[in-house]
């Protein structure tokens, strides 16, 4: 059985920094994307960062970029390094991957739709 399990969620100040771990079991990320999305309380689901297993692109959304980065360790773990977090960055942070399908440029590959496996979400809380 395949799935994701994300952990290193956790409480934090203001400023504060926090690294989220992503293991796939049952196959690896070779040829997938794979992403971070977070889910801020009463709100949709959004993206934070993905990258391109195969070729090393990566993309962030914009209220992100500078703070998070994204990386791998080897075929079957993701990581996301948060730095400076704001109380904005309050969310349930999710872990997702699809096949790469959709061409090879991270650009296509933004979308929460687009993406058909999903871990049980790690909570992140920023308190002022």
């Known amino acids: 059985q395949v799935q994701l399990v994300e952990s290193g969620g956790g409480l934090v100040q203001t400023g504060g920094s926090l690294r989220l771990s992503c293991v796939v079991s049952?196959?690896?990320?070779?040829?997938?994307?794979v992403g971070w999305f977070r889910q801020p309380p009463g709100k949709e689901r959004e993206f934070v960062a993905a990258?391109?297993?195969?070729?090393?692109?990566t993309a962030y959304a914009d209220s992100v970029k500078g703070r998070f980065t994204i990386s791998r360790d080897n075929d079957n773990t993701l990581y996301l390094q948060m730095n400076n977090l704001k109380p904005e960055d309050t969310a349930v942070y999710y872990c997702?991957?699809?096949?790469?399908?959709?061409?090879?440029?991270?650009?296509?590959?933004?979308?929460?739709?687009?993406?058909?496996?999903w871990g049980q979400g790690t909570q992140v809380t920023v308190s002022a």
């Open positions: 049952g196959r690896s990320f070779s040829g997938d994307a």
């Open positions: 990258t391109l297993w195969s070729n090393f692109q």
């Open positions: 997702a991957s699809v096949a790469r399908r959709f061409g090879s440029d991270i650009r296509y590959y933004l979308e929460v739709i687009l993406y058909d496996l």
